[in-house]
């Protein structure tokens, strides 16, 4: 994070910052006899006025934001570790008020006399808050996943064999869902539906980790697929947010202000893999899957899961 604070040299207190990462876990209704539903992750306090480190090198945008700032401006930095959580939030119901619960990120800038005294009082109109946003972009594409089932019923010599794959691993936000479907239906019965819904899990880790999952697209085709014969289609599906407005506690990507927002990205470890469960304080993490339902007359379902990886592209340059 660089970012460039202005100089009150007029003042003989000293100027700190820190950059904050926390995890709110109750509304502001809830903020009773002091007691804060909110939790810090991590902290890095930084001294810009007077300057504790001497001449340090400025990056570009340093550079560049000087120029506007002139002389007055104080250059400082934050380097974030890799293993804090996205900003991610749950999606408040239609009479829910105040903060969403969730992971944000916070900038504050404040004059004092000491960095960390909590025995001095520090005026509000002496702070200034800047609320930033950590995301992860898409990784390159890569094959998309592919799954068979083979499934024999009571009273039926023969099986039947269900394969579904997806065009490709990775898919944007607001980017339809392709899925490959293919059928070899060995049994005497005849298919007459096809389901195919995207559910999405959260894990939430705070005492204790706790996962729940939330179904948030859904479409039925009818079919007929006759007995000893084979079928192949692709059917689509977008899961977006903007169908799911109602349902309270969807996963979704921190957000800035008033503007719009998504369904929750899959969150990444480092090493590339879907992050279900991190050893982190808090985290929401969202992975989502396909289901997809052959419904044969008087006969169960065949259900096949595909994971899905659901993130935002990376910007060019």
Excluded at 90 to 114: Q, R, W
Excluded at 235 to 243: A, D, E, F, M, R
Excluded at 278 to 286: D, E, I, K, W
Aim: aromatic share 8%; hydrophobic share 35%; proline share 6%.
């Amino acid at each position: 994070v660089d970012v460039v604070g202005m100089d009150w040299s007029s003042f003989s207190a000293a100027v700190f910052v820190y950059l904050a990462c926390a995890f709110r876990y109750g509304s502001d209704d809830l903020d009773v006899i002091g007691l804060s539903f909110r939790r810090d992750i991590w902290m890095k306090k930084v001294q810009v006025y007077p300057a504790a480190d001497g001449n340090p090198t400025k990056t570009p945008m340093q550079e560049s934001l000087l120029k506007k700032v002139g002389e007055q401006g104080c250059p400082f930095s934050f380097q974030m570790p890799t293993n804090l959580p996205c900003s991610v939030s749950l999606h408040p119901g239609p009479n829910d008020n105040g903060k969403a619960c969730g992971v944000d990120f916070e900038v504050k800038a404040y004059i004092a006399k000491e960095a960390s005294n909590p025995d001095e009082v520090i005026d509000k109109k002496d702070t200034c808050r800047l609320m930033i946003r950590k995301i992860q972009f898409a990784p390159t594409n890569k094959a998309g996943p592919k799954v068979e089932l083979s499934k024999q019923f009571m009273m039926s010599d023969k099986p039947i064999h269900l394969e579904a794959s997806l065009e490709k691993e990775i898919y944007y936000h607001g980017d339809p869902l392709t899925v490959i479907v293919k059928i070899n239906n060995e049994t005497s019965k005849t298919i007459k539906k096809i389901k195919v819904s995207v559910d999405q899990l959260t894990s939430v880790v705070l005492y204790s980790s706790d996962t729940y999952a939330k179904e948030v697209c859904c479409e039925e085709f009818a079919e007929n697929i006759a007995a000893n014969s084979t079928f192949e289609k692709s059917y689509q599906v977008t899961p977006l947010l903007s169908n799911n407005k109602e349902k309270r506690g969807l996963a979704v990507d921190g957000k800035l202000k008033d503007e719009d927002t998504n369904l929750a990205s899959t969150t990444l470890r480092p090493d590339g893999k879907v992050n279900s469960f991190p050893h982190l304080l808090s985290s929401n993490n969202s992975h989502f899957s396909i289901f997809l339902t052959t419904k044969l007359f008087h006969f169960s379902d065949v259900v096949v899961e595909l994971p899905l990886t659901l993130m935002s592209p990376k910007p060019a340059g």
